[in-house]
């Protein structure tokens, strides 16, 4: 187990232009309910944020070695030379007289290259054959409701339904046999370089909008969260960021009285609550310290919901919003890499590092 949080740069990408503002108070506000939520389809597919053509083309470049690839290597023209043998942790292969010849980093067209020039010292025109036999080094990772979460390598192009595949498809209910309920689509991302993209799950996996179906890259983190886990994500300006568990008819009050501190620096005047799928969420700015002081009405929350306690003054929903998303996938995947057991031998591959703190 380790304490880490993703380090993840500006969201704008990722999040509609056009955000759309709601009134918690309001008649349609719909009473809290410790189920799944509907969700109409093509409601849902109307608001689906679309990724860039780019994301969508299948990867043109060569496959890079790593430790643990596999390789077979042979020196044509010296009977009995083919041999298979594995990069080694510190990047290097051992062929024939050779010491030792860096891989990682190189396809490998460029390996036999720099094998045939070490091997001048020992034959006159040495020709190298190198064939990739298991690729192990290129990993995603996929947590939440599949049925085996974890690490996977890419031994092929694969996008994102391939990767939920590879992982033995989403976790289906024993009792409908259906797995809608149990995924949390409109929480799921993935996060690539330490940046989530701007893939509709809910669309995708729901509606069959393929064009959210983007090819994955080395290191990606895809997680898709259980939609029977009632919880509210309590973020921002407190001392431990965090989700917590939804009680029936949850006010904004009792979520932020549930002990996890709240910061000296928190604007309590700009509370957020975040509402709906994460490519395309709906905003409230809340006035907490007049609730607090019994000059508005309290709010009922519903499950999903982030609560962000901004710990700087901002001006404008949009950006309490980015913050909000920002820090909701920082906690989460902090926490399920964790919990799935993805140490600190993996933190770097998936882009994780040890925080300071979050506010």
Request: hydrophobic share 40%; glycine share 8%; net charge negative.
């Amino acid at each position: 187990m380790f304490a880490a949080i993703l380090c993840l740069q500006s969201l704008t990408s990722c999040l509609r232009q056009q955000k759309s503002t709601f009134d918690p108070r309001g008649s349609k506000n719909p009473a809290a309910n410790t189920g799944p939520r509907a969700i109409d389809p093509a409601f849902a597919k109307a608001q689906a944020s679309q990724p860039p053509p780019e994301l969508l083309s299948p990867p043109t470049t060569d496959y890079v070695l790593g430790p643990k690839d596999k390789i077979e290597i042979e020196l044509f023209d010296e009977p009995g030379s083919r041999t298979e043998t594995f990069v080694t942790p510190d990047g290097r292969v051992y062929f024939d007289l050779l010491g030792g010849v860096l891989a990682e980093g190189k396809s490998t067209s460029e390996l036999k290259t720099s094998l045939e020039n070490e091997l001048y010292r020992y034959y006159q025109n040495p020709q190298v054959g190198v064939t990739l036999v298991e690729a192990e080094s290129q990993q995603f990772t996929v947590l939440g409701r599949v049925n085996a979460p974890g690490n996977y390598p890419i031994r092929e192009p694969l996008k994102i339904l391939d990767a939920i595949a590879v992982a033995g498809g989403l976790f289906t209910s024993r009792f409908t046999g259906t797995t809608e309920e149990l995924a949390d689509l409109q929480h799921s991302f993935i996060v690539r370089d330490g940046q989530m993209l701007p893939v509709d799950f809910q669309a995708l996996i729901r509606n069959g909008d393929l064009s959210q179906n983007i090819y994955l890259k080395p290191n990606d983190l895809l997680y898709l969260p259980s939609a029977l886990t009632n919880e509210v994500y309590v973020l921002g300006a407190v001392t431990e960021p965090r989700p917590v568990g939804f009680m029936n008819e949850m006010t904004l009050t009792a979520a932020l009285g549930r002990g996890l501190g709240i910061l000296r620096t928190a604007h309590l005047d700009q509370v957020a609550i975040i509402r709906g799928s994460l490519t395309s969420p709906r905003i409230a700015i809340v006035d907490a310290a007049a609730i607090l002081r019994g000059e508005a009405t309290n709010i009922r929350l519903e499950p999903g919901d982030i609560v962000y306690l901004p710990g700087e003054k901002v001006i404008s929903a949009d950006q309490i919003g980015r913050n909000a998303v920002d820090t909701f996938v920082q906690v989460v995947a902090a926490n399920e890499g964790a919990n799935a057991g993805v140490g600190a031998d993996n933190a770097s591959r998936v882009g994780v590092t040890v925080p300071l703190g979050v506010q």
